[in-house]
């Protein structure tokens, strides 16, 4: 340290010690950045001086001061706590509040509120009641800047994803008024995420499309929303649509080039043709099912158009049809034209709408503590098995009070055919619920669950539906005919290949069915390896390491199947194998020898990473 001679000593306190205390009385300019509880000493008690006004200065200075060091130490330490506890204390009120700030941009984006709620003094106080250390927006402005900065970093975070993903499964739906004045085309993206290893589905953005909505429109717009997240054909996997024929005809387009065909709904002079899209009609029960074309007809209307001679295997895996939209068109088909069911429905709406419209009616039955009769809803799928299901199950309830508020009922011959029809429908209301969802993969267990709703149709009696389920039965297997057929036209082995990789559901697919899919995954296997991969010791070790506990809700989803995939486990020990001259063959043998003895996983994700 450098001492100043006599002639410096008036500029100021006489050491840096007196400085610095003199500057943290209570009198002088507090500096809110040092610690309190000196009081102003004399600049005389000490004759040092050091022009260097910093921390590490004052320490040492102090040091020769040990009285006053011994007293400034543990006052810095406690300082230095509370710094750090304020400095913490401001952190987390900082996070909370732009955490609470998300969720409310969330809540106005999402539910469309008006922005000027905000401006509501009971959401304000109830908001102030609930979370006081929240600070609210003070103006629409503000909230929608919230909205824009969560929308900037959602985009962010998916593409961040998108980006990590293997591949992706796109998901098209096109809604439409049915003067086709409006539509909105959703693209939406499922895929496993690297970072969270779950499944993600996210709404990558849905778009106005104007009539007429023709296979180019349908394509163009969704190629512009799938731009936007980077996503190229090499990164998609699939593409899940319904089967409409400018669906159809759209994805058709990625492959045929130069085709004469023509893929817009409009002749020359612009004129809308009249066709399949055009005359839209409306199931009752699902504005989104169309009756006037089916998809047989479709198919061979694609086939037949004038283009050059292509490999048709190469035009449809790429698309994927929707399973429950197919399992609702199958009824639709069948069940809903049956006239026997058609006429019951209408005898059945007509008793429920007398009865909801006579509110001492609806009294009677709450006052019983009684779940009240459902209305059809008209955009919902399995509409008719929900009213139905309802009915039955308050059926004697329901039938006192129409006798004391004296509603006409059906007879007991129509009761007894309902019961037929609610046990019929049921199966089908129940697996279209399951695969439907999109917390976990469901493309393993479409193939069993085909096989199981066609066992239902075969082995249940339906008591007075004549041969409603034979003919729902046949329609099925048409319509699934790619997916249930290995020797059909264009038969698509995704299905097979995702339920033999399933070590819960392989075991029912019988030995020709469980060859298909060995060869198919072969040949995706050896297009994919590039050495010497040891996947059948990881394969046999996580099965050794799962549960054994067999999940309820595939015993409940298929309960017929499971059974015979048990008894299959339990009789065959060690499966047949196959030749073992390449790797990727060594890999599905050691797997498919495993699955007699393998832990029954309903998360197939679970079990393969």
């Known amino acids: 340290m450098e001492e100043l001679d006599s002639s410096e000593k008036g500029s100021g306190p006489n050491c840096i010690a007196a400085e610095y205390l003199i500057r943290t009385t209570p009198d002088a300019n507090v500096e809110q950045s040092q610690p309190r509880g000196f009081v102003r000493k004399s600049p005389s008690e000490c004759d040092y001086w050091n022009k260097g006004a910093n921390t590490t200065t004052l320490v040492h200075h102090l040091k020769r001061h040990k009285r006053d060091f011994e007293d400034y130490l543990p006052m810095k330490r406690r300082y230095d706590e509370e710094r750090q506890n304020r400095q913490e204390d401001a952190a987390k009120r900082n996070k909370r509040q732009t955490t609470l700030e998300k969720k409310l941009a969330a809540l106005f984006g999402a539910t469309r509120l008006p922005l000027n709620f ?66 909105y085309l959703g693209v939406s993206a499922s895929f496993l995420s690297p970072l969270t290893k779950d499944l993600k589905v996210v709404l990558l953005g849905v778009r106005p499309l104007n009539h007429p909505h023709s296979a180019k429109r349908i394509q163009a717009c969704a190629d512009n929303i799938l731009d936007e997240f980077g996503l190229d054909q090499q990164k998609i996997s699939r593409i899940l649509t319904d089967g409409a024929s400018n669906m159809l005809k759209a994805y058709k387009l990625d492959v045929i080039e130069n085709g004469s065909g023509s893929d817009d709904d409009k002749d020359e002079d612009g004129e809308v043709i009249k066709n399949a899209l055009t005359e839209h009609t409306s199931h009752p029960g699902d504005p989104n099912l169309d009756l006037s074309y089916d998809e047989e007809s479709i198919s061979q209307e694609i086939e037949s158009d004038e283009v050059e001679e292509v490999n048709f295997s190469r035009v449809f895996p790429l698309r994927l049809d929707c399973y429950s939209h197919r399992l609702m068109r199958s009824l639709a088909n069948v069940v809903d034209r049956d006239p026997q069911t058609r006429e019951l429905r209408k005898k059945v709406f007509a008793m429920v709408r007398k009865f909801k419209s006579k509110s001492t009616a609806v009294q009677a039955l709450v006052a019983r503590k009684i ?37 006409e009922t059906i007879d007991d011959n129509d009761w007894n055919i309902l019961e037929s029809v609610g046990n019929l429908l ?111 010791a990881i ?63 309903a998360d197939s994700l679970r079990f393969w990473q």
């Open 118 to 183: 905000i401006n509501n003094l009971f959401f304000r106080e109830f908001v102030t009641t609930a979370q006081p250390s929240f600070t609210l927006p003070s103006s629409r402005a503000k909230v929608r800047d919230l909205i824009f900065e969560l929308h900037e970093e959602t985009l962010i975070s998916v593409k961040h994803h998108l980006c990590g993903a293997q591949k992706v499964a796109i998901i098209l739906d096109l809604w439409t008024q049915a003067s086709y004045k409006y539509g």
């Open 371 to 407: 779940k009240c009769v459902l209305l059809p809803a008209s955009m919902r799928w399995n509409s008719f098995s929900i009213v139905v299901d309802r009915l039955l199950d308050i059926k004697k309830d329901f039938l006192l009070v129409c006798t004391d508020e004296d509603i």
């Open 426 to 536: 049921r199966p089908f209301k129940r697996h279209t619920n399951v695969l439907q969802g999109d917390k976990y993969p469901t493309i393993d267990h479409v193939l069993p669950s085909l096989l199981q709703l066609q066992l239902n149709l075969t082995k249940m009696e339906y008591v007075g539906l004549v041969d409603l389920p034979h003919r729902l039965h046949a329609d099925m297997a048409s319509r699934f005919e790619k997916i249930l057929n290995p020797s059909a036209y264009g038969f698509d082995a995704t299905f097979f290949m995702a339920t033999f990789l399933s070590p819960s559901l392989a075991l029912i697919l019988d030995d020709d069915l469980m060859e298909c899919a060995k060869e198919n995954l072969k040949k995706i296997l050896t297009a994919e390896m590039k050495g010497a991969v040891t996947v059948a």
């Open 539 to 601: 394969a046999h070790s996580s099965a050794s390491e799962l549960s054994e506990e067999q999940p309820s809700s595939l015993v409940s989803l298929f309960p017929d199947l499971m059974a015979m995939a048990q008894a299959k486990r339990s009789t065959e020990g060690v499966m047949r194998g196959l030749s073992i001259s390449l790797q990727a063959e060594k890999i599905l043998v050691a797997y498919a020898n495993d699955l007699p003895s393998s832990a029954h996983c």
